[in-house]
């Protein structure tokens, strides 16, 4: 039983293109996140949510558009996609409260080409 | 803003034999939470062991402990028996002491582990 599962997991698409990666956690977690991880490994936010609402919004394109219908579902809509958008995309969820880590997806791997 | 810092790119360490990952940080806040999370070839992001900064004692999980020495802002991942398994990225990250969103995860850069057999 699958706690935080994302679809695709696997996605590839032409530049100029708008796709999106749907994220799901069955935890009952207030707090939802997407991480990106570049081709070098490395991991850096780019948006929390909390019951909905938009917390941390890092420094990402505009291009780049978040969308939480309810607390238990957090997506990301990527328009005009742009060969360096290939990377990682992962999903996230915590109970937002202190003392707490986060759960990972199993990730979306996006290839631009 | 917080850094994480992970100066060892690879490493490798014969099957049962121990090893230590290195990570630093660098922060003003007095209150945080530290964490290793394993990325085995499977993609999947995995909480190894976390030690929150208030706790003088070093984490321990089975073969997985930490050394977490505060006021040199360091938190090295001894790995012991290493195991096949074993194998994988590890990460080290920070998380301010926020919440209701606000406790997002700082990332070093990675360390690979190979595990010999």
């Known amino acids: 039983d699958t706690a935080v599962s994302q679809t695709p997991k696997y996605l590839v698409t032409q530049m100029g293109n708008d796709k999106s990666i749907k994220c799901e956690q069955n935890l009952g977690h207030d707090t939802m996140y997407w991480y990106k991880q570049d081709s070098k490994k490395f991991l850096k936010i780019m948006f929390s949510?909390?019951?909905?609402?938009?917390?941390i919004n890092e420094t990402v394109p505009n291009r780049f558009s978040p969308k939480s219908p309810d607390k238990a579902h957090l997506n990301l809509h990527i328009n005009s996609l742009e060969l360096g958008d290939s990377a990682v995309y992962f999903c996230?969820?915590?109970?937002?409260?202190?003392?707490?880590?986060?759960?990972f997806g199993q990730g979306t791997r996006l290839t631009v080409v | 803003a917080q850094t994480v810092t992970q100066s060892q790119p690879e490493m490798s360490v014969q099957e049962a034999e121990t090893v230590t990952l290195s990570c630093t940080y660098d922060?003003?806040?007095?209150?945080?939470?530290l964490f290793w999370y394993k990325q085995p070839p499977s993609r999947q992001m995995i909480l190894v062991i976390r030690?929150?900064?208030?706790?003088?004692q070093n984490a321990t999980e089975n073969r997985f402990s930490v050394n977490f020495q505060k006021a040199a802002k360091s938190f090295s991942l001894k790995i012991s028996d290493s195991q096949l398994g074993d194998a994988a990225m590890y990460f080290c990250a920070y998380r301010s002491d926020g919440a209701f969103g606000n406790e997002k995860l700082t990332f070093g850069t990675g360390t690979r582990l190979t595990i010999i057999p």
């Open positions: 030690q929150e900064a208030y706790k003088q």
């Open positions: 922060t003003s806040e007095s209150d945080y939470y």
């Open positions: 949510y909390n019951n909905k609402e938009l917390i």
């Open positions: 996230a969820s915590s109970p937002g409260t202190v003392n707490t880590e986060a759960f």
